[in-house]
Nanobody, 117 residues
Framework: QVQLVESGGGLVQPGGSLRLSCAAS????????MGWYRQAPGKQRELVAT???????TYADSVKGRFTISRDNAENAMYLEMNNLQPEDTAVYYC???????????WGQGTQVTVSS
């Protein structure tokens, strides 16, 4: 059974930082493109950052320079370092894995990030 479990969310003041983790089981993430997405209340889910199977990184314009995606294939985990958080970053953050060949697509349950003073 495939599981992606996000952790690290919480309440933080504007300008603060959080580090999200995505722990995978049932798959080997080294075979997957990995990504972070988020969904704010009343909005569609949007891409935050991706770490392609080949190693290239992609960021949404809104988070460039503030967020950093990383992965540890040995730990079977992915991370999102978020700095200088702003209220508009408030959302549920989801971990995503897409197999590089078969396109199997898996999602985590999400972790809430709230940025508020």
């Amino acid at each position: 059974q495939v599981q992606l479990v996000e952790s690290g969310g919480g309440l933080v003041q504007p300008g603060g930082s959080l580090r999200l983790s995505c722990a995978a089981s049932g798959i080997s993430i080294r075979l997957y493109a990995m990504g972070w997405y988020r969904q704010a209340p009343g909005k569609q889910r949007e891409l935050v950052a991706t770490y392609a199977y080949g190693g290239s990184l992609t960021y949404a314009d809104s988070v460039k320079g503030r967020f950093t995606i990383s992965r540890d294939n040995a730990e079977n985990a992915m991370y999102l370092e978020m700095n200088n958080l702003q209220p508009e970053d408030t959302a549920v953050y989801y971990c995503n894995a897409v197999h590089h060949y078969y396109s199997n697509n898996f999602w985590g349950q999400g972790t809430q990030v709230t940025v508020s003073s």
